[in-house]
C-alpha cells in the first residue's frame, strides 16, 4: 500500500490538522480542500461505515444531487440568503443560475414529495453520506473545509409526536456513532439559524481547537449555550465552560419547508394537512480531526479499533533475508485471518519505520528483526508499550489478544 508521510506539508495551527498532514492522512491543494491518501481514504470509510452501520438501523440510504438548480432554493425562500451562508453558486451557459450542493432540506423535500400521498406512507426517513461544498472561511484543516465529507439525514411525519419518537431514535443512534469513534461529547441545545424550525440539538466534541464555546456537564452528557447557567439543566451538577467541535446536530423544521415547497398528506378524514419535518447531520471528516483533537500524544495518532486504518504494522528489524521472509509470511497470514496489515520491510530505517507506525496510529506492531534471526521469536509491541514475545506457530492468537 501507499503510505506516505511527509514533514513538507505547512504546518498547522491545531493538533489534527498538524497530524493529517504529517501522517499522509490528507493532502491540501490549497485552502480548505484537501485529498485523501489510500491510508487516509481507509480512516474516512472506517468513520463512514460506523454511520453507515447506525443509521441503517434507523433509516434507509439513498443519493441525492450535487448540483442543485436555484429554482427549488427560490421556492423554498433561501436563494437569497447565499450571501450569509456562503454557498457556492454557478451560472451555466443558458444564464441559469445552480448551486454545489451545500445542505439537502429542499433536495430532500422534493424527493418526499414524489412519494408522499396519504398518512400512511408516512413516517418516513432517509440518509446519504456524501460530499457537502460551502463557501467558508478555511480554517484548521478538516474542522472547518470548503468541501467535506457529512451523513445528512431527513424524516417527514404526519404527527408532531411521530416526529419526536423518530428524533430521539436519531439521537440515540448518533450517540452509538460518536461512542464507537471514541470521542467524550456533549449534547447541546441549540439554535436552529437559517435552517428554521422549532428545536434542535447540537453534539460538541470537548476540543481547544474547536469555535464553539459552551457550558459542559462532566457528570452527564449535558450541556448547554447558556453561559449564564450555573447549574445542569437536567442533572444539577455544576458546569465548566469549555470549546468544542460540532460534530452532529438534529434539527425539528416543523413545517418550515412544507409550506413553502407544497409537501403535504391527506388525512383519516380525507383533509389536506402539511408533513412535519426533521432533518439531522454528522459531520464525517470533522469527526476525524475531533477523534485525532481526543486522541493524540507526542508520537501521533492514536485511533481506536473502529477507525484505525491499520490494526497491526510488521515491521522488519534487520538486514537478514531471513527475517524479510518471515515478516512477509507474517504479513500475508494475518491478511488471510482477516487483519488490516502494513508492512514494513525496506526503504527506511529501523527507527523511522517505528516513528510511522506510531504516527499513523497503529496500535500494535510485530517485530522481526534479530531476536527472531537467533531464537526464533517475533516480538509484539503496543503503542501503550505493552510487550510479548511469541513463536511462528503463535504469533495470530497473540495478536488477537493484544489488538
Do not use: P
Not at 493529517?20 to 484537501?34: D, E, I, M, Q
Not at 481547544?208 to 457528570?219: F, I, N, P, R, V
Not at 383519516?268 to 464525517?284: F, K, P, R, T
Amino acid at each position: 500500500m501507499f503510505v506516505s508521510t511527509s514533514e513538507r506539508q505547512q504546518r498547522s495551527d491545531c493538533a489534527s490538522a498538524d497530524l493529517a498532514l504529517r501522517s499522509g492522512l490528507v493532502h491540501s491543494y490549497g485552502s480548505g480542500t484537501f485529498g485523501y491518501s489510500a491510508f487516509g481514504r481507509r480512516v474516512l470509510d472506517n468513520v463512514e461505515s460506523v454511520v453507515r452501520d447506525e443509521l441503517q438501523r434507523v433509516s434507509q440510504e439513498v443519493r441525492m444531487n450535487l448540483l442543485q438548480t436555484s429554482e427549488m432554493w427560490k421556492t423554498a425562500g433561501r436563494w437569497e440568503s447565499f450571501d450569509d451562508e456562503e454557498f457556492f453558486s454557478i451560472e451555466n451557459r443558458d444564464g441559469k443560475d445552480f448551486t454545489v450542493a451545500a445542505t439537502h432540506e429542499e433536495a430532500a423535500a422534493g424527493l418526499a414529495k414524489d412519494r408522499i400521498r396519504s398518512y400512511r406512507d408516512l413516517d418516513i426517513s432517509f440518509f446519504q453520506i456524501g460530499r457537502k461544498f460551502r463557501d467558508d472561511h478555511a480554517r484548521k484543516g478538516l474542522i472547518r473545509a470548503k468541501e467535506f465529507t457529512m451523513m445528512d439525514a431527513y424524516s417527514f411525519h404526519a404527527s408532531q409526536q411521530g416526529l419526536d419518537r423518530m428524533y430521539v431514535d436519531f439521537l440515540e443512534a448518533f450517540r452509538h456513532v460518536f461512542d464507537r469513534l471514541g470521542l467524550e461529547y456533549s449534547v447541546v441545545a441549540a439554535d436552529n439559524g437559517a435552517m428554521g424550525g422549532s428545536s434542535s440539538h447540537e453534539f460538541i466534541a470537548e476540543s481547544e481547537a474547536g469555535s464553539d464555546t459552551y457550558l459542559k456537564c462532566d457528570s452527564c452528557e449535558h450541556g448547554t449555550k447558556s453561559l449564564s447557567a450555573d447549574v445542569c439543566g437536567r442533572c444539577g451538577s455544576s458546569l465548566r465552560e469549555v470549546d468544542g467541535i460540532e460534530i452532529g446536530h438534529c434539527f425539528d423544521l416543523g413545517a418550515r419547508y412544507s409550506e413553502s415547497m407544497g409537501l403535504e398528506f391527506v388525512d383519516e378524514n380525507n383533509e389536506s394537512e402539511q408533513v412535519l419535518m426533521a432533518s439531522y447531520g454528522i459531520g464525517v471528516s470533522r469527526a476525524i480531526a475531533a477523534v485525532i483533537e481526543q486522541n493524540h500524544d507526542e508520537r501521533g495518532i492514536n485511533w481506536n479499533t473502529e477507525v484505525s486504518a491499520f490494526e497491526v504494522s510488521v515491521v522488519v528489524a534487520t538486514h537478514e533475508d531471513e527475517a524479510h521472509r518471515e515478516a512477509r509470511r507474517v504479513h500475508n497470514e494475518l491478511e488471510e485471518q482477516g487483519f488490516d496489515v502494513l508492512l514494513y520491510d525496506g526503504g527506511r530505517s529501523v527507527g523511522e519505520r517505528f516513528a510511522e507506525s506510531d504516527l499513523l496510529g497503529i496500535n500494535l506492531k510485530l517485530i522481526v528483526g534479530n531476536t527472531f534471526v537467533e531464537d526464533g521469536y517475533i516480538e509484539l509491541e503496543t503503542r501503550a508499550a505493552d510487550t510479548r514475545r511469541t513463536s511462528s506457530e503463535e504469533f495470530v492468537d497473540d495478536v488477537v489478544d493484544m489488538i
